[in-house]
């Protein structure tokens, strides 16, 4: 399974990957229904997760912006997880810069989007990424614009795939009426988007777990591809080789 991590530059993308890994690290997202089965990519997560940890030479800070110079497709962190019935499901996670999106939104045949193109054709689900700190700010209706533009562009490429709008820094308080438009603008193309909002910050939590970090990673966890549908048999074998015939 592919998750499709979408949003714009700075959104906090590479930030909630990197908070969900250290949850897993801890053990929290493990329950009777789901364990952590292991990783092909430790490197690349904890070289996100880095920054998030407190060091005797420095405190927690933000992970390093994503850079979009020097390549072409996504960065892809790994991680599979062990059901109680013993079956292991492999997840992609995409860490991409944002400015591949923005490009994509605007022209999706961009030369400097081909990034953006790939997620947006291997993903089993996208992850809608709305920044409420630039919607709060002085660029805020430069922001809300941007959002809706790549809401639009999502919604022409997705296929009826799963998506999910994702508040993050939703510690970030944000005019009533800008947070309703993006979501009705959301929701108006694509009325089967659940939504979640998140922040790696929560002071009522004494666990240190973040605000609804654990929801929209259980959420992710759960969604399945679409079953495969395989032509009848054409002859009487076992071996899956003959099986369907050779064309």
Same mark, same amino acid.
């Given at each position: 399974?592919?998750? /499709? ?7 906090g993308?590479?930030t909630?990957?990197? &908070?969900?890994? *250290? *949850?897993?690290?801890?053990g929290?997202?493990?329950?009777e229904k789901?364990?952590? &089965?292991? =990783?092909?990519?430790?490197a /690349? ?7 998030l ?7 927690p800070n ?8 020097g390549?072409? &497709?996504?960065? *892809?962190?790994h991680?599979s997880?062990?059901? $109680? ?7 992609l ?5 944002g ?6 939104s605007?022209? +999706?045949?961009?030369? $400097?989007?081909? /990034?953006?193109?790939w997620v947006a ?7 809608? @990424? ?10 805020r /209706? =430069? &922001? +809300?614009?941007? !959002?809706?533009v !790549?809401?639009?562009? *999502? ?9 999910a ?6 510690? %970030?308080?944000?005019?009533?009426? @800008? ?6 603008? %959301? !929701?108006?193309l ?6 979640f909002?998140?922040? @790696? ?12 970090l654990?929801?929209l990673?259980?959420? =992710? !966890?759960e @969604? ?7 032509? =009848?048999?054409q002859?009487?074998s076992s071996?899956l080789?003959?099986?369907?015939? %050779?064309?």
């Open positions: 399974m592919v998750v /499709g991590v979408v949003g714009p530059q700075n959104a993308k590479t909630l990957l990197a &908070a969900w890994y *250290l *949850l897993i690290g801890r929290v997202v493990c329950s789901r364990r952590f &089965a292991g =990783s092909y990519s430790f /690349g997560w904890e070289a996100l997760a880095g920054s940890r407190w060091s005797p030479r420095s405190s933000f992970p390093p912006h994503t850079s979009s110079r390549g072409r &497709a996504p960065g *892809l962190l991680a997880f062990r059901a $109680d019935s013993g079956d292991v499901r492999s997840y996670f995409t860490d991409a810069p400015e591949w999106f923005t490009k994509w605007i022209n +999706r045949d961009a030369p $400097d989007a081909e /990034g953006a193109r054709l291997h993903a089993d689900m996208f992850l809608l @990424i709305a920044d409420r700190q630039a919607l709060a700010g002085e660029n /209706g =430069s &922001a +809300r614009s941007a !959002l809706q !790549l809401a639009r562009r *999502l919604a022409a490429e997705r296929a009826n795939r799963p998506v709008l994702v508040w993050t820094k939703a510690d %970030v308080s944000i005019a009533p009426e @800008i947070e309703a438009a993006v979501r009705d603008s %959301v !929701l108006k694509m009325p089967d988007a659940h939504e909002f998140v922040s @790696i910050s929560d002071p009522s939590d004494d666990e240190s777990n973040g605000h609804g654990l929801d990673l259980n959420w =992710s !966890l @969604i399945r591809r679409a079953r495969l549908s395989l032509p =009848s048999p002859a009487a071996d080789l003959f099986m369907f015939g %050779v064309k």
